[in-house]
């Protein structure tokens, strides 16, 4: 399947495919998140946002898209899979469930890893948590990667930055960028940090 890639960096590795989601499939995804569509939590490590504390942190609204609720979302992992070479299912853990998520003018996301640095530690050790959620949530694992598709052209604003890298994506409809959050030791690769710029004008949708 051929795709045309942007390569913005080797090390870490951080490229855009372009043309990845055709306007038929972004119109049945996003028709599909929209019913659902809630103000988008923060989780980072033992960091627990409430709503009003995350929204200072990340004002968009996501919905989670479980891929076995409509064809178009299970391929689409497939397609995910051919491009990066990963393998995706959220029903066996492999991978979380696709979120759409929406800013609308003067929305953001302050700068932040994806991974949660969990380590080996955290994973095995689970003694002193007490949660079920949260140690359902250890023994996951890590976020290996991150593959962020964007729904539509934003007017103004809105691109993803990675500040350490020195790279400001643009969002383009259809278009998916893609990175790694851990290095090979499994700790994480801080220099992805990331965080998406204020839409100026418009609004702008994403899904990953
Ligand atoms: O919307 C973006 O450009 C970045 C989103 C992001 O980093 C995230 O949701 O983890
Ligand atoms: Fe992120």
Redesign the pocket.
């Known amino acids: 399947m051929p795709a045309l890639v942007e390569q913005h960096s080797l090390d870490p590795e951080l490229v855009t495919f372009h043309r990845v989601l055709t306007k038929r499939q972004i119109q049945e995804i996003t028709s599909l998140g929209i019913p659902f569509l809630q103000q988008?939590a923060f989780r980072s490590g033992n960091i627990k946002e409430d709503s009003v504390g995350s929204f200072k942190i990340?004002s968009?609204y996501t919905a989670w898209l479980q891929e076995d609720t409509h064809p178009v979302l299970k391929n689409l992992n497939k397609k995910i899979s051919a491009l990066t070479g990963l393998h995706l299912n959220d029903n066996k853990g492999y991978s979380e469930a696709l979120?759409l998520?929406v800013?609308g003018a003067g929305g953001y996301?302050s700068p932040?890893v994806?991974a949660f640095n969990l380590g080996d530690e955290a994973y095995n050790n689970t003694d002193d948590v007490k949660d079920p959620g949260e140690i359902a949530e250890r023994r996951e694992g890590d976020r290996i990667a991150?593959v962020?598709f964007y729904m539509n052209d934003v007017e103004a604003g809105?691109?993803?930055a990675f500040p350490r890298i020195g790279v400001g994506?643009k969002?383009t409809e259809g278009s998916a960028v893609f990175w790694t959050n851990l290095l090979s030791d499994g700790s994480t690769d801080v220099r992805t940090l990331?965080?998406?710029?204020p839409v100026l004008k418009g609004i702008?949708w994403?899904m990953?």
């Not at 990331?194 to 710029?197: N, Q």
């Open positions: 988008a990340r968009s979120q998520n800013y996301y932040h994806d991150t962020m809105g691109y993803t994506v969002p990331h965080g998406a710029c702008k994403g990953y």
